[in-house]
Protein backbone atom coordinates (compact mmCIF):
# COMPACT_ATOMS: atom_id res chain seq x y z
CA UNK A 1 0.00 0.00 0.00
CA UNK A 2 2.95 2.12 -0.59
CA UNK A 3 0.94 4.45 -3.01
CA UNK A 4 -1.36 5.56 0.42
CA UNK A 5 2.31 6.74 2.27
CA UNK A 6 2.85 10.39 2.44
CA UNK A 7 6.67 10.06 3.66
CA UNK A 8 8.87 12.89 2.81
CA UNK A 9 6.10 15.05 2.15
CA UNK A 10 5.09 18.11 4.11
CA UNK A 11 1.05 19.19 4.86
CA UNK A 12 -0.04 22.56 5.84
CA UNK A 13 -3.70 22.63 7.75
CA UNK A 14 -5.20 25.77 7.99
CA UNK A 15 -7.61 25.71 11.35
CA UNK A 16 -5.31 22.37 12.20
CA UNK A 17 -5.56 23.02 16.18
CA UNK A 18 -9.01 21.03 16.92
CA UNK A 19 -11.98 19.04 15.46
CA UNK A 20 -11.77 18.52 11.90
CA UNK A 21 -8.53 20.13 11.18
CA UNK A 22 -7.26 18.44 14.21
CA UNK A 23 -8.04 14.90 12.57
CA UNK A 24 -6.77 15.55 9.27
CA UNK A 25 -3.17 16.18 10.78
CA UNK A 26 -3.56 13.11 12.87
CA UNK A 27 -4.57 10.34 10.06
CA UNK A 28 -1.93 13.01 7.58
CA UNK A 29 1.31 12.85 10.76
CA UNK A 30 0.44 8.77 10.53
CA UNK A 31 0.60 8.35 7.14
CA UNK A 32 4.17 9.85 6.86
CA UNK A 33 3.68 13.68 6.26
CA UNK A 34 5.59 16.32 8.19
CA UNK A 35 2.81 19.00 9.71
CA UNK A 36 2.22 22.51 9.07
CA UNK A 37 -0.79 23.96 11.68
CA UNK A 38 -2.01 27.30 11.34
CA UNK A 39 -4.37 28.83 13.87
CA UNK A 40 -5.43 31.87 15.66
CA UNK A 41 -5.11 30.55 19.51
CA UNK A 42 -1.19 29.98 20.40
CA UNK A 43 -2.11 27.24 23.21
CA UNK A 44 -4.43 24.96 21.27
CA UNK A 45 -1.69 24.82 18.63
CA UNK A 46 0.92 24.05 21.50
CA UNK A 47 -1.49 21.47 22.42
CA UNK A 48 -2.04 19.73 19.69
CA UNK A 49 1.73 20.35 18.21
CA UNK A 50 2.53 17.96 21.59
CA UNK A 51 0.08 15.30 20.53
CA UNK A 52 1.55 15.19 17.16
CA UNK A 53 4.73 14.46 18.48
CA UNK A 54 6.67 11.17 17.55
CA UNK A 55 10.35 10.42 16.36
CA UNK A 56 11.31 11.31 12.62
CA UNK A 57 8.62 13.67 12.59
CA UNK A 58 8.47 17.45 12.25
CA UNK A 59 5.81 19.49 13.23
CA UNK A 60 5.79 23.29 12.84
CA UNK A 61 2.80 25.89 14.92
CA UNK A 62 1.80 29.53 13.33
CA UNK A 63 -0.53 31.41 15.36
CA UNK A 64 -2.43 33.28 12.57
CA UNK A 65 -5.86 34.70 11.68
CA UNK A 66 -6.88 33.62 8.32
CA UNK A 67 -8.98 36.58 7.81
CA UNK A 68 -6.13 38.31 7.03
CA UNK A 69 -6.31 37.79 3.74
CA UNK A 70 -3.79 40.48 2.58
CA UNK A 71 -1.05 39.08 4.93
CA UNK A 72 -1.28 35.33 4.23
CA UNK A 73 1.16 35.41 0.98
CA UNK A 74 3.88 36.52 3.66
CA UNK A 75 3.07 33.99 5.82
CA UNK A 76 3.10 31.28 3.28
CA UNK A 77 6.58 32.71 2.17
CA UNK A 78 7.31 32.25 6.15
CA UNK A 79 6.15 28.72 6.06
CA UNK A 80 7.86 28.16 2.42
CA UNK A 81 11.15 29.38 4.15
CA UNK A 82 11.23 27.41 7.48
CA UNK A 83 9.71 24.21 5.89
CA UNK A 84 11.05 23.67 2.66
CA UNK A 85 7.97 23.54 0.59
CA UNK A 86 4.26 22.19 1.09
CA UNK A 87 3.15 19.41 -0.80
CA UNK A 88 -0.08 19.27 0.61
CA UNK A 89 -2.47 21.94 1.73
CA UNK A 90 -5.60 21.51 3.41
CA UNK A 91 -7.64 24.45 3.47
CA UNK A 92 -9.96 23.97 6.60
CA UNK A 93 -10.03 27.28 8.58
CA UNK A 94 -14.04 28.02 8.73
CA UNK A 95 -16.64 29.79 10.50
CA UNK A 96 -20.36 30.84 9.87
CA UNK A 97 -22.71 34.01 11.37
CA UNK A 98 -26.25 32.42 11.41
CA UNK A 99 -29.63 34.09 11.19
CA UNK A 100 -32.09 34.90 8.27
CA UNK A 101 -31.18 36.01 5.22
CA UNK A 102 -32.98 39.92 5.28
CA UNK A 103 -31.29 40.62 9.17
CA UNK A 104 -27.68 39.13 7.58
CA UNK A 105 -25.38 42.54 8.20
CA UNK A 106 -22.47 43.71 5.92
CA UNK A 107 -20.12 42.92 8.47
CA UNK A 108 -21.08 38.79 8.92
CA UNK A 109 -21.57 38.36 4.71
CA UNK A 110 -18.25 39.74 4.81
CA UNK A 111 -16.50 38.10 8.02
CA UNK A 112 -17.69 34.88 5.93
CA UNK A 113 -16.94 35.07 2.80
CA UNK A 114 -13.29 36.64 4.05
CA UNK A 115 -12.58 33.51 5.95
CA UNK A 116 -14.58 30.93 4.13
CA UNK A 117 -13.34 31.38 0.35
CA UNK A 118 -11.44 34.77 0.39
CA UNK A 119 -8.87 33.15 2.30
CA UNK A 120 -9.32 29.50 0.48
CA UNK A 121 -8.25 31.66 -2.59
CA UNK A 122 -5.53 33.40 -1.61
CA UNK A 123 -3.85 30.30 0.30
CA UNK A 124 -4.82 28.21 -2.70
CA UNK A 125 -3.15 31.06 -4.74
CA UNK A 126 -0.03 31.19 -2.94
CA UNK A 127 0.84 27.55 -2.77
CA UNK A 128 -0.31 27.23 -6.88
CA UNK A 129 2.38 29.92 -7.37
CA UNK A 130 5.19 28.15 -5.52
CA UNK A 131 4.94 24.60 -6.76
CA UNK A 132 4.89 26.18 -10.88
CA UNK A 133 7.53 28.24 -10.05
CA UNK A 134 9.74 25.31 -8.01
CA UNK A 135 8.07 22.74 -11.10
CA UNK A 136 6.72 20.69 -8.30
CA UNK A 137 3.47 18.84 -8.04
CA UNK A 138 0.65 19.43 -5.28
CA UNK A 139 -2.14 18.39 -3.87
CA UNK A 140 -4.90 21.03 -2.35
CA UNK A 141 -7.70 19.53 -0.35
CA UNK A 142 -10.67 22.32 0.30
CA UNK A 143 -12.81 21.54 3.23
CA UNK A 144 -16.56 22.21 1.55
CA UNK A 145 -19.88 21.47 3.15
CA UNK A 146 -23.15 19.91 2.80
CA UNK A 147 -24.20 23.32 2.33
CA UNK A 148 -21.54 23.33 -0.88
CA UNK A 149 -24.52 21.43 -2.65
CA UNK A 150 -28.22 21.74 -0.81
CA UNK A 151 -28.81 24.03 2.37
CA UNK A 152 -30.76 24.34 5.19
CA UNK A 153 -32.20 28.01 6.92
CA UNK A 154 -30.75 30.52 8.22
CA UNK A 155 -26.89 30.51 7.39
CA UNK A 156 -27.07 32.47 3.78
CA UNK A 157 -23.53 33.41 3.80
CA UNK A 158 -22.33 30.25 4.51
CA UNK A 159 -23.95 28.26 1.98
CA UNK A 160 -23.00 31.36 -0.52
CA UNK A 161 -19.07 30.57 0.44
CA UNK A 162 -19.42 26.77 0.78
CA UNK A 163 -20.78 26.70 -3.16
CA UNK A 164 -18.26 28.66 -3.73
CA UNK A 165 -15.60 26.28 -2.43
CA UNK A 166 -17.10 23.90 -4.38
CA UNK A 167 -16.69 26.10 -7.67
CA UNK A 168 -13.76 27.33 -6.94
CA UNK A 169 -12.24 23.97 -6.19
CA UNK A 170 -12.97 22.69 -9.96
CA UNK A 171 -11.57 26.08 -11.26
CA UNK A 172 -7.83 25.60 -9.92
CA UNK A 173 -8.50 21.61 -10.49
CA UNK A 174 -8.96 22.38 -14.22
CA UNK A 175 -6.18 25.67 -14.17
CA UNK A 176 -3.25 23.45 -12.48
CA UNK A 177 -3.81 19.98 -14.01
CA UNK A 178 -1.26 20.53 -16.45
CA UNK A 179 1.48 21.23 -13.25
CA UNK A 180 0.52 18.00 -11.76
CA UNK A 181 -1.50 19.92 -8.60
CA UNK A 182 -4.45 18.04 -8.16
CA UNK A 183 -7.71 20.12 -6.47
CA UNK A 184 -10.30 18.33 -4.74
CA UNK A 185 -12.46 19.12 -1.60
CA UNK A 186 -13.99 16.91 1.01
CA UNK A 187 -17.44 17.75 2.27
CA UNK A 188 -18.11 16.52 5.69
CA UNK A 189 -21.80 15.51 6.51
CA UNK A 190 -22.69 16.80 10.60
CA UNK A 191 -19.50 16.04 12.44
CA UNK A 192 -19.17 16.58 16.19
CA UNK A 193 -16.79 19.04 16.85
CA UNK A 194 -16.87 22.42 18.77
CA UNK A 195 -18.28 24.52 15.87
CA UNK A 196 -21.48 22.08 16.21
CA UNK A 197 -21.55 21.61 20.13
CA UNK A 198 -24.43 23.94 20.10
CA UNK A 199 -25.96 21.39 17.59
CA UNK A 200 -25.55 17.92 18.76
CA UNK A 201 -25.87 18.92 22.68
CA UNK A 202 -29.26 19.64 21.80
CA UNK A 203 -31.44 16.53 21.76
CA UNK A 204 -34.02 17.36 19.31
CA UNK A 205 -31.60 18.58 16.86
CA UNK A 206 -29.30 15.60 17.62
CA UNK A 207 -31.72 13.10 17.12
CA UNK A 208 -32.43 14.92 14.00
CA UNK A 209 -28.94 14.48 12.20
CA UNK A 210 -28.75 10.07 13.45
CA UNK A 211 -32.38 9.57 12.15
CA UNK A 212 -31.79 11.78 8.78
CA UNK A 213 -28.22 10.50 8.01
CA UNK A 214 -28.30 6.77 6.82
CA UNK A 215 -25.36 5.53 8.39
CA UNK A 216 -26.91 6.62 11.27
CA UNK A 217 -24.58 8.99 13.60
CA UNK A 218 -22.65 11.75 13.63
CA UNK A 219 -19.50 12.13 12.16
CA UNK A 220 -16.39 12.26 13.69
CA UNK A 221 -13.01 14.05 12.68
CA UNK A 222 -11.23 10.92 12.41
CA UNK A 223 -13.76 9.91 9.65
CA UNK A 224 -12.61 13.27 7.80
CA UNK A 225 -8.81 11.99 8.08
CA UNK A 226 -8.89 8.93 6.57
CA UNK A 227 -10.53 10.72 3.20
CA UNK A 228 -7.86 13.36 3.21
CA UNK A 229 -4.93 10.45 3.66
CA UNK A 230 -6.63 8.93 0.25
CA UNK A 231 -6.44 12.74 -1.46
CA UNK A 232 -3.60 13.73 -0.53
CA UNK A 233 -1.34 10.45 -1.54
CA UNK A 234 -0.16 9.31 -4.83
CA UNK A 235 -3.70 6.66 -4.60
CA UNK A 236 -5.58 9.67 -5.61
CA UNK A 237 -2.77 11.03 -8.81
CA UNK A 238 -5.42 10.75 -11.54
CA UNK A 239 -8.49 12.40 -9.14
CA UNK A 240 -8.90 15.85 -9.59
CA UNK A 241 -12.18 18.51 -9.26
CA UNK A 242 -14.29 16.31 -7.08
CA UNK A 243 -16.00 16.97 -4.50
CA UNK A 244 -15.90 13.96 -2.41
CA UNK A 245 -18.56 13.56 0.34
CA UNK A 246 -18.20 11.78 3.90
CA UNK A 247 -21.50 12.32 5.61
CA UNK A 248 -22.94 8.91 6.43
CA UNK A 249 -25.40 8.68 3.35
CA UNK A 250 -26.76 12.12 4.11
CA UNK A 251 -27.07 13.86 0.34
CA UNK A 252 -27.82 10.60 -1.13
CA UNK A 253 -31.06 10.42 1.09
CA UNK A 254 -34.31 12.19 0.59
N1 LIG B 1 -18.33 20.28 12.03
C1 LIG B 1 -19.10 20.07 10.98
O1 LIG B 1 -20.15 19.42 11.07
C2 LIG B 1 -18.72 20.62 9.63
C3 LIG B 1 -19.50 20.26 8.55
C4 LIG B 1 -19.16 20.73 7.29
C5 LIG B 1 -18.07 21.55 7.12
N2 LIG B 1 -17.33 21.92 8.20
C6 LIG B 1 -16.17 22.78 7.96
O2 LIG B 1 -15.02 22.18 8.49
C7 LIG B 1 -14.09 23.18 8.88
C8 LIG B 1 -13.66 22.96 10.33
O3 LIG B 1 -14.80 22.91 11.14
P1 LIG B 1 -14.77 22.33 12.64
O4 LIG B 1 -16.13 21.85 12.91
O5 LIG B 1 -13.61 21.42 12.81
O6 LIG B 1 -14.53 23.70 13.45
P2 LIG B 1 -13.92 23.95 14.91
O7 LIG B 1 -14.03 22.73 15.76
O8 LIG B 1 -14.55 25.22 15.36
O9 LIG B 1 -12.37 24.21 14.60
C9 LIG B 1 -12.03 25.29 13.80
C10 LIG B 1 -10.52 25.34 13.62
O10 LIG B 1 -10.23 26.45 12.76
C11 LIG B 1 -9.48 27.43 13.48
N3 LIG B 1 -9.94 28.75 13.07
C12 LIG B 1 -11.18 29.28 13.19
N4 LIG B 1 -11.19 30.54 12.74
C13 LIG B 1 -9.92 30.81 12.31
C14 LIG B 1 -9.29 31.95 11.77
N5 LIG B 1 -9.95 33.10 11.58
N6 LIG B 1 -7.98 31.88 11.46
C15 LIG B 1 -7.27 30.75 11.67
N7 LIG B 1 -7.82 29.64 12.19
C16 LIG B 1 -9.13 29.67 12.51
C17 LIG B 1 -9.72 27.12 14.96
O11 LIG B 1 -8.64 27.55 15.78
P3 LIG B 1 -8.64 29.02 16.47
O12 LIG B 1 -10.03 29.25 17.02
O13 LIG B 1 -7.58 28.96 17.50
O14 LIG B 1 -8.28 29.98 15.36
C18 LIG B 1 -9.78 25.59 14.91
O15 LIG B 1 -8.49 25.05 14.81
C19 LIG B 1 -14.78 24.53 8.62
O16 LIG B 1 -14.39 25.01 7.35
C20 LIG B 1 -16.26 24.15 8.61
O17 LIG B 1 -17.02 25.04 7.84
C21 LIG B 1 -17.63 21.48 9.45
Not at 141 to 162: C, F, G, H, Q
Request: glycine residues 10%; aromatic residues 10%.
Amino acid sequence: MDKFRLDHTCALITGGSRGIGFGIAQALAEAGANIVLAARQEDQLKQAQAQLAAPGRRVWIYSFDMSQVDAIADLYSRIVADTGGIDILVNNAGGTRRGPAETVSAADWNFVINLNLSAVFAMCRAFGQERIQSRRSGKIINIASLMSDTVRENNAPYAASKGGIRQLTKALAVDWAKYQINVNAIGPGYIRTDLTQPLWSDAKFDQWVTGRTPLGRWGNPEDMGYAAVFLAAPASDFITGQIFYVDGGFLSSF
